[in-house]
DNA sequence: GATGAAATGTTTACTAA
DNA sequence: TTAGTAAACATTTCATC
């Protein structure tokens, strides 16, 4: 016999919906949420509870504007390492996201790179600033080929729930 | 003579706060942002407006888990094009976001490749599907590296407003 | 999951600096 | 132009069904 789903349960069409609304929107209110799934804003707000406490929502969060604000240089970094991503090397690129708030992201990485990092700088003046501090503190770097976005066609990164 | 700033004037340091708490925490209330930067709730309220009006802030969105999404695997894909970045291959790319969600973030660059996309799918017979599509839909790619993220080490990428 | 009431949070008009 | 006070309004949350 089917008892009642278990605390963690999988996410049904609905709980899908209220997460893609809210990466859209996080500031919808529960009154427009119920209405645009069929439910109470009651029910919405025991989803959203639901979901918030089962870290399917890791937070909600203001994006910005770069250009406004005075970063209009987006770049790429991909970096290789001498001896590749040994741990030393590992250790050493966390203190540098600690300690460059430039880095936006940083993924290790296979392929013909050991790690690939965006950054958001003023000007090209910034950025020959960065990429100073960048060798300063990063000893192992074999190579960093800076690629600068020429037009963000995509950004921001909404997660597809369609399918999930 | 020194009139007053223009309607939409520079950001004082109040404002920078205000901005990097909400990249931090988008439903924060103004109560509470008012006691940290020193201000009443109204005060809170008004230069927020100013900034939501002034597209300072464009959206607030919900971060989500990509891991409990079933969304596993990111890849990081570095895409040349026969004929580099001519004008049809980048309408044919924009067709390519619209019609691929597992897209999250596509931008043009400078240097070895002529874009980077972000991808996420569950698995790797997703990504054999997305790679296959993408191959179909855009014609002239030249080549597509597709990189494989091991470690997330940084994302989200908050803007550094420190020096803004 | 729904209803309605209580607690919070937000917005606005007004006032003062 | 900017911010504070207080009141009106809206939203979120909780107890109860």
Redesign the interface.
């Known amino acids: 016999m089917m008892l009642s789903r278990p605390v963690s349960s999988q ?1 049904d069409e609905i709980d899908r919906t209220l ?1 893609t609304l ?6 919808t209110s529960h009154a427009d949420l119920a209405q645009r799934v069929g439910l109470s804003a009651t029910g919405v707000h025991k989803r959203l509870k639901h979901l918030r406490q ?13 250009s ?4 209009d240089l ?1 770049c ?1 970094l ?1 970096v290789t390492f001498r001896g590749n ?1 040994q741990p030393d090397n590992l250790a050493e ?2 203190r540098c ?1 600690q300690a460059l ?13 050991d ?2 990092i ?1 950054v ?1 700088v ?1 000007d090209h003046v910034a950025l020959r600033d960065f990429l100073h501090r960048l060798s300063t503190q990063q000893q192992a770097i074999e190579r960093a ?18 399918n ?1």
């Open positions: 996410l997460l809210l990466q859209d929107d996080a500031s089962g870290g399917y929502i890791k937070k909600v969060t203001a994006v910005l504007d770069r406004k604000l005075g970063l987006l790429i991909k991503l690129l966390q996201i708030p430039e880095i936006l992201e940083c993924y290790t990485v296979t392929g013909s790179s790690a690939i965006k958001a003023r080929e800076t690629c600068i976005v020429l037009q963000e066609l995509k950004e921001g990164g909404e997660l597809p729930l369609g999930a």
